[in-house]
């Protein structure tokens, strides 16, 4: 049996709404998918903007835009996150800051956090691993009061919450990945969830190549212009056309998605039990999504032999992050704040397992007896 580790959803009413697109004659950023698809994020977010964007990359840089970062600020960040992350900052000349994670979740650390924030801080940027929230009420009662902006990196974190409110619903900004590796997807694309109603003025203008093009669509001035640093930050109609049919599915999908992680998760509790991985960590105050069914091994090298095992059995399992403190840009452009002990520990020992839409029960028992084998033969 062959079992990859994703295989992009696909719901069957994709192919409907990209021909009602191409029918509406109108495949630019602008048109009535990606109006949907903003309509919806407004009502389940409670947002008063978001901009569906090209990327979960161009959304964060133009959170970044918004920040107005630049030489001499500093963004505090973990370690353990994609590049996108390190990079917008880096784009703009400013310094991202990492710090270490939390040993139950491979989430920022809050108590790192503060221990970082320094007079040049400009930005804090949680990165919800694995669609599990991080603490952000906490880090909203850090940033809030010295007046320095949360940009989540919720691009894991579609349908799911922290203490009953959505990810990507808490900071003054966030930014989503739909991503063919993500829960909800069109290929490639994002979106940026503006919260804070004093950045949406200048937000309509950054995504239209800054000008003002929204006022003069609303009748507000009579021609636009160009008025502040911008770039193209929308998304086509065909790819929003296939992200409104998910969206619209989007609590089946996840629930399917769900499935196959209790499936797992109830499967290597005897493993846990018995002392010979370590299961990942939900806490109560979250409501996961199922984006990543990881455990830790004992080791490194563990790790190394149970992938090539399963490997050689058709099983696609992966690795995750190389923390960014540890890479050449990283070292380059970046700094540390305080001991990176548990990013480094952890996720030399990260191990995910095949988790997509489509992973029938019986291919996910598929994985669970093959993980079995493995440690029966090393016991």
Request: aromatic content about 10%; proline content about 4%.
């Amino acid at each position: 049996m062959k079992i990859p580790f994703n295989i992009p959803p696909h719901i069957q009413k994709e192919e409907a709404y990209i021909a009602q697109a191409i029918a509406n004659k109108k495949l630019s950023g602008e048109g009535a998918f990606n109006k949907k698809c903003v309509e919806w994020f407004k009502e389940n977010l409670r947002c008063p903007l978001a901009v569906i964007t090209p990327s979960c990359t161009s959304a964060l840089e133009m959170a970044m835009v918004l920040a107005d970062i630049g030489p001499g600020d500093e963004v505090i960040m973990p370690s353990f996150t994609f590049t996108s992350t390190a990079n917008v900052v880096a784009l703009y000349g400013a310094t991202p800051v990492f710090v270490d994670v939390d040993p139950a979740t491979m989430n920022i650390s809050v108590s790192a956090i503060e221990k970082a924030i320094t007079s040049k801080t400009k930005v804090i940027m949680p990165v919800h691993y694995a669609g599990v929230g991080c603490e952000m009420d906490k880090i909203m009662d850090l940033a809030n009061p010295r007046g320095i902006l949360v940009v989540e990196d919720a691009a894991q974190g579609i349908f799911a919450s922290y203490k009953n409110k959505a990810l990507g619903a808490w900071g003054h900004m966030a930014a989503f990945s739909f991503h063919e590796t993500k829960n909800i997807v069109c290929g490639e694309g994002g979106a940026l969830i503006i919260n804070d109603a004093k950045l949406v003025a200048r937000a309509e203008i950054v995504r239209d190549k800054g000008t003002n093009r929204q006022q003069f669509l609303n009748g507000q001035v009579d021609k636009y212009t160009w008025q502040d640093k911008g770039s193209s930050y929308l998304q086509s109609e065909l790819a929003t056309a296939f992200l409104y049919a998910q969206l619209e599915n989007g609590q089946m999908i996840t629930q399917k998605r769900l499935d196959r992680w209790k499936q797992y998760h109830q499967a290597f509790a005897g493993l846990e039990k018995s002392g010979q991985l370590t299961r990942m960590t939900i806490p109560a105050d979250c409501k996961a999504n199922a984006h990543i069914y990881y455990f830790l091994t004992n080791t490194a090298d563990e790790r190394s032999i149970l992938w090539g095992y399963l490997k050689e059995k058709g099983i696609q399992a992966t690795f995750h992050y190389v923390p960014l403190h540890s890479a050449p840009a990283g070292q380059k452009f970046s700094r540390t704040a305080g001991p990176m002990t548990v990013t480094d520990d952890q996720s030399a020992r990260l191990l995910r397992m095949p988790l997509y839409y489509s992973l029938s029960e019986q291919e996910a028992q598929y994985v669970i007896d093959t993980v079995n084998e493995f440690y029966r033969g090393r016991s």
